[in-house]
């Protein structure tokens, strides 16, 4: 249907799935944050944000062109739409965020519409990185169960708080080099992607083309956590993997493209390691994935829809391996999410 993007490397969805494609890395010096070492912190930031913007103006400013652009699919069928309901995927709390997040996020998605259609029922998700996906996710069950028509769905997040960067320093998980040389940390980012849902039925009522089809989407849980003395063996990932292979249309289906928040944390390389043994048959090659947090940083809540960009931009453009792709996310409190996607055919109205 739509699909939004603000990233480090792109101020709309286009330009951001040709940077990741190119393999362009935003990534840049803060210019005053430094580290324990005396180094200035590697951050990857929205350069069309000034610094100075901070705070909850500063996700909502992310957030409102992301979501605006998705619902520029709807541009000129407005008349047939009765409203739509939003639901957006935010960071926990954590030193650095914004207090009342989620009150000012959605108050500044009731404003997108424009007075075109009525936006309601704005619902927040606070679940870190998998956040983003969950919305995804909570998003396709409501309109397959009739709750709504179309739902705009996506993720915002933003690591660039001095707080935040403390925070991440404190807890050995910034990417650093020199004399701390913390090559397992990760380049802190900041984002909001977004992408709307359709029914079917309202789909082919108003004349709009699919970008894609949420095959299956599945949110399990993960009892063995990053920051504690467990050792993860990939149980959450793997159950939330197996449940959206299942939906498949043919059991010797195998899926060709893999996208994930892998950020270049050990944590998460052994989870993926452990899980993808587990599930490599139904892959053409599970180590064949792609983690575009090496171009845009770790952008968190914000990460699941802008996998979704990425996918239909690779079918857009004719540049994707096959006709599935698996999008999948990690968050620090246990949340395990995975989407099966899959290539539309709009001239016969199917999916491979």
Not at 8 to 27: D, E, H, L, N, P
Not at 176 to 200: K, Q, T
Not at 277 to 303: K, N, Y
Not at 309 to 323: D, E, F, I, R
Request: with cysteine.
């Amino acid at each position: 249907m739509g699909v939004g993007a603000c990233t480090a490397i792109g101020a709309s969805a286009a330009s951001t799935a040709a940077a990741v494609r190119a393999g362009i890395a935003g990534f840049c010096e803060h210019p005053y944050m430094v580290d324990t070492a005396g180094n200035k912190m590697v951050v990857a930031m929205a350069p069309y944000l000034p610094l100075e913007v901070e705070g909850v103006i500063r996700f909502v400013q992310l957030a409102l062109p992301a979501a605006g652009e998705a619902l520029n699919a709807l541009h000129g069928v407005s008349a047939k739409i009765s409203a739509i309901s939003v639901i957006v995927g935010l960071p926990p709390q954590r030193p650095g965020l914004p207090a009342e997040l989620g009150a000012y996020v959605s108050e500044g998605l009731n404003s997108i519409a424009d007075k075109e259609f009525l936006v309601q029922n704005v619902q927040t998700m606070e679940a870190g990185h998998s956040a983003g996906l969950m919305a995804v996710e909570a998003g396709c069950r409501l309109v397959r169960a009739g709750g709504a028509e179309f739902c705009l769905v996506g993720g915002v997040d933003s690591y660039i708080a001095p707080e935040t960067l403390e925070w991440l320093e404190d807890c050995d998980q910034l990417h650093s080099a020199g004399e701390l040389n913390n090559a397992w940390g990760f380049v802190p980012g900041e984002a909001a992607g977004f992408c709307l849902l359709a029914s079917e039925k309202a789909r082919q009522r108003c004349g709009l083309n699919a970008l894609a089809k949420v095959v299956s989407a599945c949110v399990s849980s993960e009892k063995n956590l990053i920051k504690t003395k467990t050792v993860c063996i990939g149980e959450g990932l793997t159950a939330a993997i197996r449940r959206v292979l299942q939906d498949l249309p043919r059991s010797q289906d195998r899926v060709d493209g893999i996208i994930c928040d892998m950020n270049g944390e050990e944590y998460r390389a052994i989870e993926f390691g452990f899980a993808s043994v587990r599930v490599s048959e139904r892959f053409v090659d599970i180590a064949d994935f792609l983690a575009p947090a090496d171009c845009w940083g770790d952008v968190g809540a914000a990460s699941g829809p802008l996998f979704l960009n990425l996918a239909v931009s690779a079918w857009h453009k004719g540049y994707a391996k096959g006709p599935y792709a698996l999008l999948w996310t990690s968050s620090e409190s246990g949340e395990r999410t995975a989407l099966i996607l899959a290539r539309v055919d709009n001239k016969h109205g199917r999916h491979d």
